[in-house]
């Protein structure tokens, strides 16, 4: 076989030189385009294809396997329940508390961080030694891992030897038991909440005002504004769509606060406390799913989760009036 | 077995002796390059296999130095171990793993209250350990054995540790408030019924005063009772029967007493506030498997040394311990059933006993002098091989159902706790735990 080619390909290519150079051309021309038209999806297709298998499709098993009653412990196993696993969320009285919680918990961590990092920010921006140093510093809690930060939170807020019931006591009040008081546990997986994103949320502020322009302030000092009107009616309408963008950043936060309720428990599983008075949404669907091993519900409760978010940005949206 | 079989020589050098030719035979009849047959590997062996083991938390094997000694014994074989630190993160992990068939050690850890789920339901992916050389049933507790096997007679699981309990309790605090401090006149103070170890916890709390706490939990009470009733939270056909049955409402109650009664410390254990208790000796006693004894000499300290003690708790009771799987799916199945029937061997549980207090559950081991003659230098000395082995000899065997980890938790962490932490009635907590376990158990 080899031997006839060998043979063969001398005398065959002068004849055929020029049609296979015309070929040629046309093949390149065609490879040009093909180049020019699929290259750009070729570019893209790892962002689709990972997205695809990780985001797409659990997406829509997981809403698949919310129609059905599977266990963890054979999840080849599906029985068809239709939407039962969605209707019984209706009269569940776990899934309305950490619904409740997540609310409460998002609303005590999102505005007391948003709102300190505004000042952060703004303080920041002045022109200040060792500004990097700082910016670093805020930052570095955004860097601890949350297992390492709540773990020393879960000190601190100790009943009987926490830090800060020993400064409660100084100025006079008595011991609070972080752990069982449904607003005091509440505020303390806040507290870390807000620890953790407060200086990450500063300094996409900061970067925000250094973008606005310098003369705008020049205008308002010349027009008699203090520095908190500067900040009223300069700093803060600049930032209307950085702010937007951090609330919306800090919901979807909120809505799946999940590491730190977690560990804020010290360590003894999803409950969220022993009345569940801090079990979040994203907690309650960690119990379904790994604790009491019923995947079904667990998935049933991720896609509410995902149709409230919708939910809330539909109304937002309406609020707003219309697309921006 | 094969270790028995063989005719044995008078041991003129003593009870060592025995217990070393005894450790050296059992290692032998795995070794044992003719017992798997058409696999020359592990003894012959220049191929050398790697076979992992997953283990959670500080299982100990590792530790006990039981994998080196192996791979000293079969120079074919090499031991790695994966570790995750936490059961529960632990066991949905293997049960996934399990499910696709990838992705597993060759020999896994599996936590009692976990047992009779994956006997129930995984019990055809994994290898049947009862017919695995070198595996001798006589070796071990009846109960333990019953256990790990599945319905369909194949035993799966050997039993590793298992956790008999006694009442470590502080000489200091005891003799401050005017109660005994030998160990033997303390057992004796509620030796038999649950309720003395209320009422010592009343005489102690009148004389020492209200700040110090008599236990460290109520649901440290409510497992210790639990434990040793052969009853749990599933009947003898399996149903889930904890709401009818008295000894569970019972131990609930009686545990709740202690909370009522103010004699709790309000700790919930195994959280750092917990083991600062220890560190701060603000409870006198505690109910202590045989696998806490190193945690609490680790959490209470130097300080505490000469200190704690550990006495015959009122009924011999039960809590924890775990067993050894192979699952078929893992590609040195027959080399892996090979290691776990060593590692779960007499001689290696009785190593286990004396490097981590892991309490062995072969029984043949309890004749060997490092456990029979074992005894805690930290625990002033107590002779705690003697102690738990009655212990683990009482024990009624426990009917175990595949939920008894979900039913467990909720009636400590979410019942009992509410009682102990917030001050609740008995009946209150009894229904929000009854309330939470329906919601798990719904399907």
Redesign the interface.
Known sequence: MSDETVLLSPASSPATGRDAGGRRQVWRSRRYRWDLRLSPYAFVAPFFLFFTAFGLFPLLYTGWAALHQVELTDPGAMTWVGLRNFTRLWDDAFFWNALRNTVTIGLLSTVPQLLIALCLAHLLNYRLRGSAFFRVAVLTPYATSVAAATLVFVLLFGRDYGMVNWALSTVGFGPVDWQNGTLASQVAVSTIVVWRWTGYNALIYLAAMQAVPGDLYESAALDGASRWQQFRHVTVPALRPTIFFTCVVSTIGATQLFGEPLLFNGGSGATGGSDHQFQTLGLYLYEQGWVNLHLGRASAIAWAMFLMLLLVAGAVRLVRGGPR | MRARSRPSSPAPLGALAVAAAAALLLAGCSQDPADPPGQGGAGSGKATTTLTVGVFGAFGLKEAGLYDEYMAQNPGVRIEQTSIE?N?NYY?QL??HL?TGSGLADVQAVEVNNIA?ITA??ADKLVDLGRAPGVDKAAYLPWKWAQGTAKNGATVALGTDIGPQGICYRKDLFAAAGLPTDRAAVGALWAGDWNKYLETGKAYKAKAGDGKAFVDSASGVMAAVTGGSAQRFYDDQGKVAYKTNPAVRGAFDLAARFASEGLSAKL??????WD??FS?G?FATVSCPAWMLGYIQDKAGPAGKDKWDVAAAPKPSNWGGSFLVVPKAGKHAQEAAKLAAWLTAPAQQAKLFEKRGSFPSASAAYRLPTVAGAHHAYFGDAPIGEIFARAAEGVPVTVLG?KDL?IA??LA??GM??VD??GRSAQEGWD?AV??ID?????
């Open positions: 936490r529960e949905p049960l996934t499910g789920e339901t995984q919930q254990q195994f959280t750092p506030a600062q208790g701060n603000n595949p979900v938790q909720n962490d979410v706790l509410q932490q917030k929000a309330a939470a919601n798990a158990l719904d399907q």
